[in-house]
């Protein structure tokens, strides 16, 4: 006896819609990402290299970053700004918006200081002032690894 198929006859294609729609997902996921991770960097900023410079053990949760350039300069926020004092200005905002939108405490944020390597050390030493000043405690310094001894002794 002879037993005939009830489907479609020919060839059945899959449809890959789906797939599609996933791999653009995707590649919105990832640009995503990344557009995050360059907020973090400044190709104004050269770090400079230091032979105790770390990553950190685990990624700091919702850090602010600033930069600082070689014309003492900052940037904050994808924003360059000229004087102290608007640094300061667009901290205080920062720390409304932290305070009205989010259960965060100030001092639980990290302050991530990108100095480039001819700034002033007494420009991090103010801007790490003014962050206290406004109720951050927390702070980290970014800098380059290196294998170069910077530190003399033993």
Do not use: W
């Not at 720390?95 to 639980?108: A, P």
């Amino acid at each position: 006896m002879r037993i005939e198929s009830r489907g479609p006859h020919g060839i059945v294609e899959g449809d890959l819609t789906p797939m599609i729609d996933m791999a653009f997902l995707l590649i919105a996921f990832f640009m995503f990402v990344i557009n995050f991770s360059e907020v973090e960097q400044d190709q104004r900023v050269t770090l400079p290299a230091s032979e105790l410079a770390r990553p950190p053990e685990s990624p700091y949760e919702q850090p602010l970053t600033i930069h600082i350039t070689d014309d003492d300069h900052f940037i904050y926020g994808g924003k360059e700004l000229v004087t102290i004092g608007a640094l300061r200005s667009a901290l205080l905002q920062e720390t409304q918006i932290i305070k009205r939108l989010t259960t965060k405490n100030i001092g639980d944020v990290t302050i991530i200081v990108r100095g480039d390597e001819d700034a002033k050390t007494g420009m991090v030493q103010r801007v790490i002032q003014i962050c206290q000043q406004l109720g951050f405690e927390k702070f980290a310094l970014r800098g380059k690894q290196s294998d170069i001894r910077t530190i003399r002794g033993e």
